[in-house]
Structure formats: structure tokens, C-alpha cells
């Protein structure tokens, strides 16, 4: 009876353990697309709509960890929309116009995706890759960052609904190979750690 008994303990406290180790890889891959993806804005008249969409960019990741209520999600999709409307032209002054744009109007796709329960959160991330890139894997130059940070939405996405696979991480990381040049060692460090992390478990 005690030898069933401690067996059973057993595979609780390993249960357990799992469990929190899965916790701690999701909250650490939101945090790191958080840190990656933010939109840096050094033109003071930009820099107010610009820190608007990274504020609501954030506020998604965390709804998004939490599972906040349809209601809230519901109302949070509309003000998204609203600024991802306001921030739709296709002509640019310039090319740094051009990257500030494409970078709101990802931010806003991914927000979206963040905050959208059933699949079509893989449509939403499919539209903030294709608006940052134009053609699969390949970001406007120096938006290599935040790709990687969709790259990982999609993974945690995938990860949640049980459909990861090792293709998956592999694809991640030959992009960090290809554009590696565009992006800080840290973000290469952390990017890779968390690869391991996630072919581990």
C-alpha cells in the first residue's frame, strides 16, 4: 500500500515539475518577444503613435498569457483595428517611413493574432509576417528582430494547440543562421536557448 502510495507521489511531483517547467518556457518566450519585437522611434512627432501600438503590443502578449474574457479581447480587436486603419498608407516619405509603418502595421496583425482564441490567430501572424516581409523569410532590412519575434508567436500558438514539431524550431533557427548579421548576440543567445529549451520538453 505505501509503495502505491509513493509511486503515485511520484508521478505527481514529476507532473508537477513538467508543468512548471512548460509555465516558465512560455513566460520566457513571451518576455523575449516582448524585449525583440518593440518598435524603436527616435522621430519625436512619431514617437507618441509608435510607443501607442508597443504598449498595445504588450498588453496582448499578457493577454494572451492570461486568457483574459472575450469582452475585454472583443473591445481591445476594435481599437487595434482602428489604428492599424489609421496607419495603412502605402506610399512613404522615405525608407525609414516606409520600415516605421510596416513595423505599426505588423505590430497591430500580431496584437490581434495575440488576443484571437480559435485559429484564426495563425491568419492574423501569417499577415504580420507577409506585411514585414513581403516574401516568406526574408524582413525589410534591419526588421530581422521582430521577425524572429513573430517566428516565436507562431511557436508558442503551435505549442499551445499541441501541433509544435521539430521542423518547426528548425525553421527558426535557419533564420537566425541566414540574418544572424542583423541581429545582437543576445538575441541570438536567448533565441537559441530557448529552442533547446522548447526541443526538450
Not at 11 to 21: A, K, M, P, R, T
Not at 140 to 167: H, M, P, R, V, W
Not at 175 to 184: D, R, S, V
Request: negative net charge; contains cysteine; glycine residues 2%.
Amino acid at each position: 500500500m505505501m509503495k502505491k502510495f509513493f509511486t503515485t507521489l511520484s508521478f505527481i511531483i514529476v507532473g508537477v515539475n513538467l508543468y512548471s517547467q512548460e509555465v516558465t518556457l512560455i513566460e520566457q518566450t513571451i518576455k523575449f518577444i516582448g524585449t525583440t519585437f518593440l518598435i524603436s522611434e527616435t522621430n519625436p512627432t512619431e514617437k507618441p503613435e509608435s510607443d501607442l501600438i508597443n504598449k498595445l503590443f504588450e498588453e496582448s502578449l499578457q493577454e494572451y498569457q492570461k486568457k483574459s474574457d472575450d469582452t475585454l479581447k472583443t473591445s481591445k480587436v476594435t481599437e487595434v483595428f482602428k489604428i492599424l486603419y489609421r496607419n495603412g498608407w502605402a506610399m512613404y516619405s522615405d525608407s525609414e517611413d516606409e520600415r516605421r509603418m510596416k513595423l505599426r502595421r505588423t505590430a497591430c496583425f500580431a496584437s490581434i493574432a495575440l488576443i484571437t482564441n480559435d485559429d484564426r490567430k495563425y491568419t492574423f501572424i501569417e499577415y504580420a509576417k507577409f506585411t514585414l516581409a513581403e516574401k516568406v523569410g526574408t524582413p525589410i532590412e534591419f526588421t530581422e528582430g521582430q521577425y524572429l519575434a513573430l517566428l516565436f508567436i507562431e511557436i508558442i500558438f503551435k505549442y499551445g494547440d499541441n501541433e509544435i514539431s521539430n521542423n518547426d524550431l528548425k525553421v527558426i533557427r535557419e533564420f537566425i543562421n541566414l540574418h544572424k548579421i542583423n541581429l545582437t548576440l543576445d538575441v541570438v543567445t536567448k533565441a537559441l536557448n530557448l529552442l533547446d529549451d522548447f526541443d526538450q520538453i
